[in-house]
Every structure is written in C-alpha cells, then in structure tokens.
T-cell receptor, first 109, second 114 residues
Framework: RKEVEQDPGPFNVPEGATVAFNCTYS??????FFWYRQDCRKEPKLLMS???SGNEDGRFTAQLNRASQYISLLIRDSKLSDSATYLC??????????FGSGTRLSIRP | DAGVTQSPTHLIKTRGQQVTLRCSPK?????VSWYQQALGQGPQFIFQ???????QRGNFPDRFSGHQFPNYSSELNVNALLLGDSALYLC?????????????FGPGTRLLVL
C-alpha cells in the first residue's frame, strides 16, 4: 500500500459544477500537507496549504482530517481553466516528502 | 525576476551512460531539491542541497548524486543509466528557512533512456 493515495480519476465535470476529491495518508506522524496543481507537461505549482481548521482561497477549499488521515480539496463553480492534475503532498520530515500520484480533473463546457 | 531554470529541456541517453542535469534556483533561494517524476506518477523526492551539502535524501540509489555550487545552482548526476531512469526530473528551490512548503519548481528535464 502506498503511503499517500489519490483516486487517479479522471473526474469529468461540467463547467460551474462543484467537485471534491480526497487524498489519504497512512502515517499518522505526517506533519504538513499541501495541494499542488500540475498542468499537462508542466511543472507542479503550489495551490494551497492544508490545515485542520480548513483553508479557503477563492473557489478552493482544503481541509485536513487527522483522525481519518485524509486531506480534501473542494472546487466550487469550476472553470475550464481548472482542468489539470491535482497532487497532494504529505511531509513527514525534511526527507520524507511524499507526493500522491495525482487526480486528473477535466472540466467540460 | 527569473524563476527556476533547468537545462537541458530534453535528453536522450542509452543504458549504461551517465547524465548531468542542471538547475538554477529562483533569485534569493538557497535550497534546491530534486525530484523524479515517472509518467502518470507524482514526483519522488531524490535529495535536497543546502549550503553546498546534501541535507536530506530520499530512497534513491547511490547512482544518483548531486552538487550545489556557491551561487546556489545545482547539478544532478545519474550514473549507469537504466531504462527505468526515464522520467521528468524536476528541480525545486525554496526560500531560506522556510523548508519545503514554499518550493518553486522548474520546468523539468525530460530524460529518455534507450
């Protein structure tokens, strides 16, 4: 079992829809959590940090559930430009930086 | 202000050869991390350099080595290339003292091993 797991998708949703996906992690000692966005054949870019108290940035909301060991990303009023692969990142220590395999999201007109 | 730059953009090698990839961090960044991203997978942490020394290392064999120069630029060297080394190699730089959460990635080098 991988230490960080994501549903690979693809999630195919219409423009304007709300979409959510989760990322589970297996090591309870994990300390920091992030969502990155990666466009096709491009480098990953930091989308947002994830806290237990929740983190909202415009249409994007990230949440951490330590008890159930997962993080989530919610995208409201999705845009065509939201089409990308979303990578979760779990940091257990300075040398334990683990990316999930990514969830592919495709927004259709 | 230039972001993270990497060279070359693409590279083709044969099994057994050696390769050197280069990275220049974002201005003001002193920490450089290297990642390997296979097709359809997330990036895997190789190692991190700070003050010209390897500070942290992921689960990669000794065939993977690196170097950081006084100007904070960095090289990734891979010896005795295997077919499985074919991947996108990403370099990321970060601000002093902020660790990994403020990483900025370069566009990567696509390595194909035949």
């Amino acid at each position: 079992r991988k230490e960080v797991e994501q549903d690979p998708g693809p999630f195919n949703v219409p423009e304007g829809a709300t979409v959510a996906f989760n990322c589970t992690y297996s090591n309870s000692a994990s300390q920091s959590f992030f969502w990155y966005r990666q466009d096709c054949r491009k480098e990953p870019k930091l989308l947002m940090s994830v806290y237990s108290s929740g983190n909202e940035d415009g249409r994007f909301t990230a949440q951490l559930n330590r008890a159930s060991q997962y993080i989530s990303l919610l995208i409201r009023d999705s845009k065509l430009s939201d089409s990308a692969t979303y990578l979760c990142v779990v940091i257990r220590s300075a040398s334990k930086i683990i990316f999930g395999s990514g969830t592919r999201l495709s927004i259709r007109p | 202000d230039a972001g993270v730059t990497q060279s070359p953009t693409h590279l083709i090698k044969t099994r057994g050869q050696q390769v050197t990839l280069r990275c220049s961090p974002k201005s003001g960044h002193d920490t450089v991390s290297w990642y390997q991203q296979a097709l359809g997978q997330g990036p895997q942490f190789i190692f991190q350099y700070y003050e010209e020394e390897e500070r942290q290392r992921g689960n990669f064999p000794d065939r993977f080595s690196g170097h950081q120069f006084p100007n904070y630029s960095s090289e990734l060297n891979v010896n005795a290339l295997l077919l499985g080394d074919s991947a996108l190699y990403l370099c990321a730089s970060s601000l002093p003292g902020t660790g990994t959460e403020t990483q900025y990635f370069g566009p990567g080098t696509r390595l194909l091993v035949l």
